[in-house]
């Protein structure tokens, strides 16, 4: 059962445009998500968080956004910039008790310049 | 340099074969987790363990075991090896026995390749 969804395995976007990513989730449970980024080579690296509480979370050109009622959020990347091409994971955790990250299976960017 | 390493960062062998990753986590951590991320699919929970004690078992098949040393690295050992069992598998660490603020540091990996 895949818990968090990532249903778009790819997307291109002309440099200096916005990049939006989306991320869905099941369980009603989870209230931290985070996003990360992953180079090829590389494993993925923390990008931007939010907790349940709030609504959105800007990080300069990264936003993410959270919509509960629709158990959806999405990262904004503006501009978007041709070293922000790569594969994105959305992550989320209950965190009073998830001894884990729960992954999606990741959006992969890719930024024309 | 994440500060987590994974060994050997290739690894091609046979059907049937039984190999060890290894992971040492970054200094000061105590949580080692393991994901494996197979073509197509996200990164996959196998294990967690915190300061040498197995925490919490995702989707690890029984030919899979895992263990973590006094020292803090952690080994994954996978036998009986199948062909669709190649995959990239992930170690990351964290300080604390649940995901903190910006979750945990991941290695680069292993890219096993069964034949």
């Known amino acids: 059962d895949q818990q968090v969804k990532q249903n778009s395995p790819s997307l291109s976007v002309q440099e200096g445009r916005i990049s939006i990513l989306n991320c869905d989730y099941t369980?009603?449970?989870?209230?931290?998500f985070l996003w990360y980024k992953k180079y090829p080579a590389e494993g993925p690296t923390f990008l931007i968080s939010?907790?349940?509480?709030?609504d959105k979370n800007e990080d300069g050109r990264f936003t993410v956004f959270l919509n509960k009622s629709a158990k959806h959020l999405s990262l904004h990347i503006v501009p978007s910039q041709p070293g922000d091409s790569a594969v994105y994971f959305c992550?989320?955790?209950?965190?009073?008790?998830?001894?884990?990250?729960?992954f999606g299976t990741g959006t992969r960017l890719a930024v024309r310049p | 340099d994440s500060g987590v390493t994974q060994t050997p960062k290739h690894l091609i062998t046979a059907t049937g074969q039984r190999v060890t990753l290894r992971c040492s986590p970054r200094?000061?951590?105590?949580?080692v987790y393991w994901y494996q991320q197979s073509l197509d699919q996200g990164l996959q929970f196998l294990i967690h363990?915190?300061?040498?004690?197995?925490?919490a078992k995702g989707n690890i098949l029984e030919r899979f075991s895992a263990q973590q040393f006094p020292d803090l690295h952690s080994e994954l050992n996978l036998s009986s090896l199948e062909l669709g069992d190649s995959a990239l598998y992930f170690c990351?660490?964290?300080?604390?026995?649940?995901?903190?603020?910006?979750?945990?540091?991941f290695g680069s990996g292993t890219r096993l390749t069964v034949v």
């Open positions: 990351a660490s964290s300080v604390a026995p649940r995901p903190t603020g910006d979750g945990y540091t």
């Open positions: 369980n009603s449970m989870f209230d931290y």
């Open positions: 939010i907790s349940s509480i709030k």
């Open positions: 992550a989320a955790n209950v965190r009073s008790s998830g001894d884990k990250l729960t």
């Open positions: 200094s000061g951590d105590l949580s």
């Open positions: 363990y915190y300061n040498g004690e197995e925490r």
